[in-house]
């Protein structure tokens, strides 16, 4: 059966009206939800849908670490060279084929008032019109009395990297309702997505905050509420519908990475070369990531997480591997071309980050694989798109300016 799609499709760009005509949400049962399956045939390759976050916000620790990128779409805002010498530790750090790298300077903005700042006009707009109006700090910006800075910092002293989740996810989800003139459009959308038992979303909430969760939650709600209570929406802010929020956005947030680097990467990989400058290119860019996992790691990103409507609705709730922009993440597929009726898990699908557009996006192609995912490498084995990131690197890094 056909669940409700309350613009379900909404938020797809680019191939809307295919993913209209080639996939359905249907609720599946009180134990899985809804699910996403295949109207029609599907052939290998095939663009599914470009979807864009109905919120998306960094990770606080990766914001603090100095991994700049645009405040609404999480786009890369380093140019490549900037990116390779931060994460070498070396200033003097140079990268052949500069045309190469896709940041765009020139077009950053930022908010008049705070100084946050976007990667295109384009962005800065989506953002004012969205939720910004609400949570601009102003002159506040570095004030550690502002609610909404105490309510990050707080956020820091519970969740530590690796990172899964942030506060300020929440925070958007709330002022982008308190904003909206169409308030119970977003309520829908928002309550589109998957909800938990009591003691489910105990149990996620426990493992977003880990034993600190009792004695922390109340603060954080507390902190929360003084910063951003909104009538419409009153009860997310009481206990029990501030943990069902916490398990929202534990269970349905997806992870967004982008990184300038590995564009760079991408686009010198795809450079008509001859064989000897083409070795001569694979030795420098493997140098390279050796020279940044003995510096800083296995964090090379800009990273984040989003609301997918549509992902959502994919019947495996586990956390994507981490895509970086202008890459792909090679998932499994049981048997290529999806058939109609195909419930489609995410776990089956790529997900890549548009190049094209100017906020972040999620494009799904139907593809064939082996029985695991496995991240797309080149054939030197160097991994230039990575999972979730291996826990304690965080130590490595250059302290926060």
Same mark, same amino acid.
């Given at each position: %059966?056909?669940?409700?799609?309350?613009?379900?499709?909404?938020?797809?760009?680019?191939?809307?009206?295919?993913?209209?005509?080639?996939?359905?949400?249907?609720?599946?049962?009180?134990?899985?939800?809804?699910?996403?399956?295949?109207?029609?045939?599907?052939?290998?390759?095939?663009?599914?849908?470009?979807?864009?976050?109905?919120?998306?916000?960094?990770?606080?620790?990766?914001?603090?670490?100095?991994?700049? #990128?645009?405040?609404?779409?999480?786009?890369?805002?380093?140019?490549?060279?900037? !990116?390779?010498?931060?994460?070498?530790?070396?200033?003097?750090?140079?990268?052949?084929?500069?045309?190469?790298? $896709?940041?765009?300077?020139?077009?950053?903005?930022?908010?008049?008032?705070?100084?946050?700042?976007?990667?295109?006009?384009?962005?800065?707009?989506?953002?004012?019109?969205?939720?910004?109006?609400?949570?601009? +700090?102003?002159?506040?910006?570095?004030?550690?009395?502002?609610?909404?800075?105490?309510?990050?910092?707080?956020?820091?002293?519970?969740?530590?990297?690796?990172?899964? #989740?942030?506060? %300020?996810?929440? #925070?958007?989800?709330?002022?982008?309702?308190?904003?909206?003139?169409?308030?119970?459009?977003?309520?829908?959308?928002?309550?589109?997505?998957?909800?938990?038992?009591?003691?489910?979303?105990?149990?996620?909430?426990?493992?977003?905050?880990?034993?600190?969760?009792?004695?922390?939650?109340?603060?954080?709600?507390?902190?929360?509420?003084?910063?951003?209570?909104?009538?419409?929406?009153?009860?997310?802010?009481?206990?029990?519908?501030?943990?069902?929020?916490?398990?929202?956005?534990?269970?349905?947030?997806?992870?967004?990475?982008?990184?300038?680097?590995?564009?760079?990467?991408?686009?010198?990989?795809?450079?008509?070369?001859? +064989?000897?400058?083409?070795?001569?290119?694979?030795?420098?860019?493997?140098?390279?990531?050796?020279?940044?996992?003995?510096?800083?790691?296995?964090?090379?990103?800009?990273?984040?997480?989003?609301?997918?409507?549509?992902?959502?609705?994919?019947?495996?709730?586990?956390?994507?591997?981490?895509?970086?922009?202008? $890459?792909?993440?090679?998932?499994?597929?049981?048997?290529? +071309?999806?058939?109609? $009726?195909?419930?489609?898990? %995410?776990?089956?699908?790529?997900?890549?980050?548009?190049?094209?557009?100017?906020?972040?996006?999620?494009?799904?192609?139907?593809?064939?694989?082996?029985?695991?995912?496995?991240?797309?490498?080149?054939?030197?084995?160097?991994?230039?798109?990575?999972?979730?990131?291996?826990? !304690?690197?965080?130590?490595?890094?250059?302290?926060? %300016?």
């Amino acid at each position: %059966m056909a669940a409700s799609t309350c613009d379900v499709f909404s938020f797809c760009v680019g191939v809307a009206g295919r993913a209209r005509v080639s996939v359905e949400v249907r609720f599946v049962s009180s134990a899985k939800g809804k699910g996403l399956f295949a109207t029609q045939l599907i052939r290998k390759g095939e663009t599914i849908f470009v979807e864009r976050p109905l919120v998306a916000a960094q990770f606080l620790w990766n914001a603090l670490y100095r991994y700049r #990128a645009c405040d609404h779409c999480l786009r890369a805002l380093e140019k490549a060279e900037e !990116n390779a010498q931060r994460l070498t530790g070396k200033p003097g750090q140079v990268l052949p084929h500069p045309e190469l790298c $896709t940041v765009r300077k020139d077009l950053h903005q930022n908010c008049p008032h705070c100084q946050v700042m976007y990667c295109s006009a384009e962005c800065r707009l989506a953002a004012t019109e969205q939720y910004h109006q609400v949570l601009c +700090p102003g002159p506040s910006q570095d004030d550690p009395l502002h609610p909404l800075n105490k309510l990050q910092e707080a956020w820091r002293s519970v969740h530590y990297p690796p990172e899964t #989740a942030s506060i %300020m996810l929440m #925070a958007r989800m709330v002022a982008t309702v308190k904003q909206a003139k169409d308030k119970d459009r977003w309520i829908r959308l928002f309550s589109q997505f998957c909800n938990k038992t009591a003691n489910e979303e105990e149990e996620i909430v426990h493992k977003l905050l880990g034993d600190k969760f009792k004695g922390q939650l109340e603060l954080l709600r507390r902190l929360f509420t003084e910063a951003l209570y909104e009538e419409a929406v009153s009860q997310w802010f009481t206990p029990d519908g501030f943990r069902s929020l916490f398990a929202l956005v534990g269970t349905n947030g997806q992870g967004i990475g982008t990184s300038s680097l590995s564009q760079w990467v991408h686009a010198c990989d795809a450079l008509e070369l001859k +064989p000897q400058d083409r070795e001569q290119l694979d030795i420098f860019i493997d140098q390279l990531y050796k020279d940044i996992e003995a510096a800083t790691g296995e964090f090379l990103n800009c990273e984040g997480s989003g609301l997918f409507v549509l992902q959502s609705c994919c019947s495996n709730p586990h956390y994507l591997p981490l895509a970086i922009q202008a $890459t792909t993440v090679v998932c499994p597929m049981q048997r290529p +071309p999806f058939q109609k $009726t195909t419930s489609f898990c %995410m776990s089956l699908l790529w997900r890549i980050l548009s190049q094209e557009r100017k906020f972040v996006s999620a494009t799904w192609t139907a593809v064939s694989g082996s029985a695991a995912a496995t991240a797309a490498t080149r054939s030197s084995g160097r991994t230039i798109c990575l999972s979730v990131p291996v826990p !304690n690197a965080w130590q490595r890094l250059m302290n926060p %300016m």
